[in-house]
T-cell receptor, first 116, second 111 residues
Framework: DTGVSQDPRHKITKRGQNVTFRCDPISEHNRLYWYRQTLGQGPEFLTYFQNEAQLEKSRLLSDRFSAERPKGSFSTLEIQRTEQGDSAMYLC??????????????FGSGTQLSVL | QKEVEQNSGPLSVPEGAIASLNCTYSDRVSQSFFWYRQYSGKSPELIMSIYSNGDKEDGRFTAQLNKASQYVSLLIRDSQPSDSATYLCAVNGNAGNMLTFGGGTRLMVKP
């Protein structure tokens, strides 16, 4: 399978706990994006990487959120001290700024986070 | 005002009819526009892109762009029940390196 892979698919946690999600992009894609989506809403941009560099982060994103892409391949998104408002689907997407263009995002299946 | 606005729907059309989905955006410097389809419980998938004013056709889908009016639309001809999904409009915002999505329009095609 050469699509975007996310792990885990579902995560249930208690308020105040830390959680970490992983995303493996399409192998030849140098850009990786994290979006968050709640029911009935469109995806909301969180952050993006080009290779290993984090180039942009949403101004609305709490300091409790951090993302890494250490070797320019997979990425992790960590949420510290989770709150009930963090409950959402966390979507990873990748693209390439070569060939087909960076704007054609390929999404993974997402990680559904539920904070109790 | 949201940067990208869509009517949440649901938009209900009979099978075989034309479904018309609309989107407005606020950032005049936006250059690229996309329609993604999202089935319930699934992730978004790209179905159309448009960059210049006018119409762009791909099979049963036609995207229309009017930059002066800051308006993008998607027409689906000969709608099928399998087209029932949420359609997300996405715009390349002024930051230049990420897409801003609208809230989506839920389309229901009834047999």
């Amino acid at each position: 399978d050469t699509g975007v892979s996310q792990d885990p698919r579902h995560k249930i946690t208690k308020r105040g706990q830390n959680v970490t999600f992983r995303c493996d992009p399409i192998s030849e894609h140098n850009r990786l994006y994290w979006y968050r989506q709640t029911l009935g809403q469109g995806p909301e941009f969180l952050t993006y990487f080009q290779n290993e560099a984090q180039l942009e982060k949403s101004r609305l994103l709490s300091d409790r959120f951090s993302a890494e892409r250490p070797k320019g391949s997979f990425s992790t998104l960590e949420i510290q001290r989770t709150e009930q408002g963090d409950s959402a689907m966390y979507l990873c997407a990748s693209s390439s700024n070569r060939g087909t263009g960076w704007e054609k995002l390929f999404f993974g299946s997402g990680t559904q986070l539920s904070v109790l | 005002q949201k940067e990208v606005e869509q009517n949440s729907g649901p938009l209900s059309v009979p099978e075989g009819a034309i479904a018309s989905l609309n989107c407005t955006y606020s950032d005049r410097v936006s250059q690229s526009f996309f329609w993604y389809r999202q089935y319930s419980g699934k992730s978004p998938e790209l179905i159309m892109s448009i960059y210049s004013n006018g119409d762009k056709e791909d099979g049963r889908f036609t995207a229309q762009l009017n930059k002066a009016s800051q308006y993008v639309s998607l027409l689906i001809r000969d709608s099928q029940p399998s087209d029932s999904a949420t359609y997300l409009c996405a715009v390349n915002g002024n930051a230049g390196n990420m897409l801003t999505f609208g809230g989506g329009t839920r389309l229901m095609v009834k047999p």
